[in-house]
């Protein structure tokens, strides 16, 4: 006999509760994106589901269940791990930390852990709703060295179309149309870093995550490196930058004239020059030489 409506969301949530133990088997947890692939997306299967778990350092996460990164959190424990870990290594108490493109707030969560009171963590998130997860996120967990930013970041400032995501996948917004998957664009305040970080005394990382809008954000931060050189952690994935009219290339070149050098990040969250190390992992890091 099927569930009635009223019995469905109990037991998608029971059920979430049993995959979430059953993928913390290694045999299993291998599965995961398969089933993903095969089930759990096409059939919506967590549509609707919401978990509260703890995450590294005590933190507190909300997690919606139908979309990709809270999802992916969930069943296996944690997402883009090697970033993570590199932040963990790389941070001090006192740093100061850009989060551009901050979606739900995982980086700048552990940022904020990392640089302590006396660090700060600006989270630039312009998607209404990832940045209402991301808020809420910060009150959870009594965060006061987090300052959220409900704006975008690029060459130019002014008011400029986000392209939405499509369900299900928070982490596709851009201001750049690379995929006919998003959707209808909202109108959000967009700035650029020279401005926004002329009065801060020191920027010691920054997090760029915007799909295929990084080298115009780049653009609008030469003074930034060039005074502060902070460490970079950007995304970059060729589709993406492609679709966006711009290549791995010219990030390199136009950072290589600011005196970066690229790395790549292993799977203890280390740098390295092997780019057999980095497979899997999209993010690569630039440090100032």
């Not at 969930?74 to 963990?88: M, N």
């Not at 392209?163 to 596709?172: D, E, L, W």
């Not at 930034?224 to 070149?253: V, W, Y």
Request: hydrophobic share 45%; no cysteine; aromatic share 10%.
């Amino acid at each position: 006999m099927l569930p009635s409506p009223e019995q469905l969301p109990r037991l998608k949530h029971l059920l979430a509760s049993a995959f979430r133990q059953l993928f913390a088997i290694p045999y299993f947890k291998d599965k995961y994106f398969g089933l993903y692939k095969r089930v759990f997306r096409p059939w919506q299967l967590f549509n609707g589901v919401h978990k509260t778990v703890r995450y590294r350092h005590g933190l507190l996460l909300r997690l919606h269940l139908a979309d990709w990164i809270p999802q992916h959190l969930y069943f296996l424990g944690d997402y883009e791990e090697r970033g993570i870990l590199f932040l963990e290594q790389h941070l001090r108490p006192g740093h100061v930390v850009l989060d551009v493109g901050a979606n739900m707030g995982l980086y700048s969560l552990v940022a904020s852990k990392m640089v302590g009171g006396t660090g700060q963590v600006y989270a630039f998130e312009p998607l209404p709703a990832n940045a209402d997860l991301l808020r809420e996120h910060i009150a959870i967990n009594r965060l006061s060295n987090v300052q959220l930013e409900q704006k975008a970041v690029s060459n130019v400032a002014g008011l400029m179309p986000l392209y939405t995501p499509p369900p299900n996948n928070s982490g596709m917004a851009s201001l750049r149309r690379y995929s006919d998957e998003l959707g209808a664009p909202v109108q959000v305040e967009v700035v650029t870093l020279d401005a926004y970080a002329e009065s801060l005394p020191a920027v010691h990382l920054i997090k760029l995550d915007i799909e295929g809008g990084e080298y115009q954000a780049l653009l609008g931060m030469q003074r930034l490196l060039a005074r502060h050189k902070p460490l970079l952690m950007l995304e970059l994935q060729p589709n993406i930058l492609g679709a966006a009219s711009q290549t791995e290339f010219d990030i390199r070149q136009l950072l290589s004239a600011l005196g970066y050098r690229q790395y790549f990040v292993d799977k203890q969250g280390r740098l390295t020059h092997d780019t057999a190390a980095g497979v899997g992992f999209h993010n690569v890091v630039f440090v100032p030489a």
